[in-house]
Structures are given as C-alpha cells and as structure tokens.
C-alpha cells in the first residue's frame, strides 16, 4: 500500500522490538503508511519502511515526521536485565534523551504531527502488594517509578501545545512471537512447558496484563479519537496473582503442572542463568484504568484464560 492509497503514516519511535513490530502490523492492516525508526532494524520484513537513528541526533531521520499524521514513541532500553548501575543509567537515558531529541526534531518541522502517543510503564505506581491503582493512585518508589516519572516529565517539556497528546502507562503486554520475541512470554511460556511453570515467590505479587490486540486497539483509538489526551493506564480491567496467571498459563500450554520457585531459587535462576532481574518476578502491582471504563473502552480481552488460551491454542 502507497502513502496516497493509505490513510496517512506513523511514525513508530523505537519500533523494532515486540510491541512495535506488533502494532505496525495491526495499523497497515488498517490501512496506514508505516515508517519504523530505531536503533537496529527488525529482524522480521513487513509492511514498513525503517529508518534508522540512535535516539541522540537529529541526522538522517528527523524529516519522516514532516506531515506524519501521528508519532507513537516507544524508544527506550529493555528492562529485562540484571541492574547493575551501567543498566540503569542506560535504562533511564534511552527513555528520556530519546523523548528530548523527538521534541527538538518537532520544532524543526513545518508539518508537525498532530498527535503524539508516548508509552510509558504500569511500574510508575510502584510494587502496593494489595493496593489497586488507577490513573489517579500516588506513584511508587524506587527505581522503575523513577525512571516513569523522568520519561513522563520529559514527555511533557518536548510535545508541542499544538499536539493531542496521549500517555500510555502499559502493564506487562502478552503477545505472538513475530520474529521480534513476546515479551516475557518468551521466557515463562517454556518454562510452563516443561514443568518449571509453578507459582514465583509468595505468588501474592499482582500481575496486571494487557492482550497484544488490546494495546493495539487502544493505540488505534489514541489515533482517531480526538477527546483522548493525557495519561491512561494500558492493562486488562482483571488483574491476578501471579499464583494464578502462571496456573492459567500452564493450562493454555497443555502442562497439569508446575515447579514452585521460592524467593531464593528465582534470585540465583534470574541472575545467573536468565541474566535478568529477579524482582521483575517477585513483585507486581495491581492495576485498573478508571479512565478507560469510564470513556467505554471495550477489551477483547478481559479475562487472562481467554487471552493465553488465543495465544496458545
């Protein structure tokens, strides 16, 4: 499909991970233009064209937003590591310096995109191991709250006063492998299958979910509904335990059961064989977006049974 056949192009900022490579299939679907820009290129072809840039200078990319008819920005680093200081500074600079250098590139256009959604992370609430959070709860404490904030901060300064502008605060996306992983189903979804899929530490941690579909939709209305701005959590409306997301899980994959994990196993397993952090498991957080229900969001997807069993089964 050409830009003049189409409705219009995105930009995807950092959009060759999972998530990217997701929505810009969902969106050419539709019939929109795709321009991917981001570090690497993606390890799958598609229905896009990509450019690439390395999230700290204007050169070579910048134009692609010149009459775009929406940026979307999921630039940042993965998580999905073991945190040592190198990894957190990285982790944190990815996300902000990235947002600062597409609001430069903003000011430069004489066509700016008119609307610009921002991803940013669930995590911004903290671990509450019972509170449930909606768009209106306190944010947490500790590194991955901070990091929200500072990218969410940084949001703000860049978008021009001219640009709807719409925040998606996402919580643990489950999704297909399209050559570009799944998330952290790439990791737990072979471990239920061979058995290793029991409950993680006390298994009370929150699990707040969204369906790939889902966030793909919620993008999608970001697009064309002119009433949506500011922040949205991006999650299920029904948030579980972990004890009970890993026994729906082994269901979907056809296992009857699984190993549990106590605390001190999944600090040695995360670091030393996954090489990722192991609090990323151990903790979690409950979370509900009130704005959604209220604006009348309808989820594909409410229910984790359904969700993994669409992707499994």
Not at 16 to 23: A, R
Not at 34 to 46: E, Q, Y
Not at 176 to 203: F, H, N, V
Request: hydrophobic share 40%; net charge neutral.
């Amino acid at each position: 499909m050409t830009l003049e056949t189409s409705l219009g192009r995105i930009v995807i900022a950092g959009g060759s991970g999972f998530l990217g490579i997701s929505l810009a299939h969902h969106l050419a679907d539709l019939g929109w233009s795709i321009t991917l820009i981001s570090r690497k290129p993606p390890a799958v072809t598609g229905p896009w064209n990509h450019i690439r840039w390395d999230g700290r200078t204007l050169e070579g990319w910048s134009e692609q937003l010149n009459g775009a008819a929406a940026l979307i920005n999921l630039a940042g680093r993965s998580v999905d590591c073991i945190k040592t200081p190198d990894h957190q500074d990285e982790i944190l600079r990815s996300r902000v310096e990235s947002t600062r250098l597409l609001g430069v590139a903003m000011r430069s256009l004489t066509a700016p995109p008119p609307v610009w959604i921002q991803m940013s992370s669930a995590h911004i609430y903290g671990d509450p191991p019972q509170l449930t959070c909606t768009e209106d709860s306190a944010f947490g404490y500790g590194l991955a709250p901070f990091v929200a904030q500072a990218w969410e901060h940084e949001f703000q300064q860049s978008v021009l006063p001219t640009q709807r502008a719409v925040i998606l605060r996402t919580s643990f996306v489950i999704g297909r492998d399209q050559g570009a992983g799944c998330g952290a189903l790439a990791r737990l979804g072979p471990l239920a299958r061979y058995g290793l899929g029991g409950t993680i530490g006390s298994g009370t941690q929150g699990m707040s979910w969204i369906h790939e579909r889902d966030l793909n939709r919620l993008c999608e209305r970001a697009l064309s509904d002119l009433n949506m701005s500011g922040p949205y959590i991006a999650s299920a409306p029904n948030p579980v335990s972990n004890r009970v997301f890993m026994a729906e899980l082994r269901q979907a994959v056809g296992c009857r059961w699984g190993l549990p994990a106590p605390r001190w196993l999944v600090r040695i397993g995360a670091r030393w064989l996954l090489q990722t952090d192991p609090d990323l498991a151990l903790y979690g957080r409950y979370v509900i977006s009130k704005r959604l229900k209220d604006e009348q969001f309808e989820f594909d997807f409410p229910e984790i049974r359904a969700a993994l069993q669409d992707l499994y089964q």
